[in-house]
Antibody, heavy 123, light 107 residues
Framework: QLQLQESGPGLVKPSETLSLTCTVSGGSISSSSYYWSWFRQPPGKGLEWIGSIYYSGGTYYDPSLKSRVTISVDTSENQFSLQLSSVTAADTAVYFC???????????????WGQGTLVTVSS | AIQMTQSPSSLSASVGDRVTITCRASQGIRNDLGWYQQKPGKAPKLLIYATSSLQSGVPSRFSGSGSGTDFTLTISSLQPEDFATYYCLQDYSYPLTFGGGTKVESK
């Protein structure tokens, strides 16, 4: 059974960089069918997509965050990571990592999620 | 970016009720839409993908329909474990965008 687990600091100071890692277990991160993704959910609000990375390194980011976001993949460690720079209180949220699966011709869905980790931006 | 307008934002229903939630896309997204259920403090769970395909293990009381810009999630007979928040997600183009969510509460 595939499992995803987010890890990283739960508290980040304003203007600093938020860094999270998602460790994938029970399966390989290296498959042409997978896009490894980050989402977030501010307290009491809805879900937001941050970005996705293909196992080979191709990335896709939300335009509103693109200038501050970097997603990378480490196939040797079966991990992928999120960095969000110049954070403010508005970046306080539960951050989820997830697997976006491509099946057949152009059909995608998110079938596995991490449990989520709360990151608070505060001095 | 494609805007997803989900309605209602909340609803009250009783066990056994038929529940319908809709999502409207600001432009055509073929059938590239999924429905997710989220309970408090938990990660979202995939219910339906590609508009109407039921994810493995999801009860058959959940169904999806639609195409183009208008989509519907139906719960045919609401069960106690179905009280949760539901989100649609368009997977047609980047950036991926969610509907605002529908909270299904007990009447």
């Amino acid at each position: 059974q595939l499992q995803l687990q987010e890890s990283g600091p739960g508290l980040v100071k304003p203007s600093e960089t938020l860094s999270l890692t998602c460790t994938v277990s029970g399966g390989s991160i290296s498959s042409s069918s997978y896009y490894w993704s980050w989402f977030r959910q501010p307290p009491g609000k809805g879900l937001e997509w941050i970005g996705s990375i293909y196992y080979s390194g191709g990335t896709y980011y939300d335009p509103s965050l693109k200038s501050r976001v970097t997603i990378s993949v480490d196939t040797s460690e079966n991990q992928f990571s999120l960095q969000l720079s110049s954070v403010t209180a508005a970046d306080t949220a539960v951050y989820f990592c997830a697997r976006r699966l491509r099946v057949g011709s152009g059909v995608y869905y998110i079938d596995y999620w991490g449990q989520g980790t709360l990151v608070t931006v505060s001095s | 970016a494609i805007q997803m307008t989900q309605s209602p934002s909340s609803l009250s229903a009783s066990v056994g009720d038929r529940v319908t939630i809709t999502c409207r896309a600001s432009q055509g997204i073929r059938n590239d839409l999924g429905w997710y259920q989220q309970k408090p403090g938990k990660a979202p769970k995939l219910l339906i993908y590609a508009t109407s395909s039921l994810q493995s293990g999801v009860p058959s009381r959940f169904s999806g329909s639609g195409s183009g810009t208008d989509f519907t999630l139906t719960i045919s007979s609401l069960q106690p474990e179905d009280f949760a928040t539901y989100y649609c997600l368009q997977d047609y183009s980047y950036p991926l965008t969610f509907g605002g969510g529908t909270k299904v509460e007990s009447k």
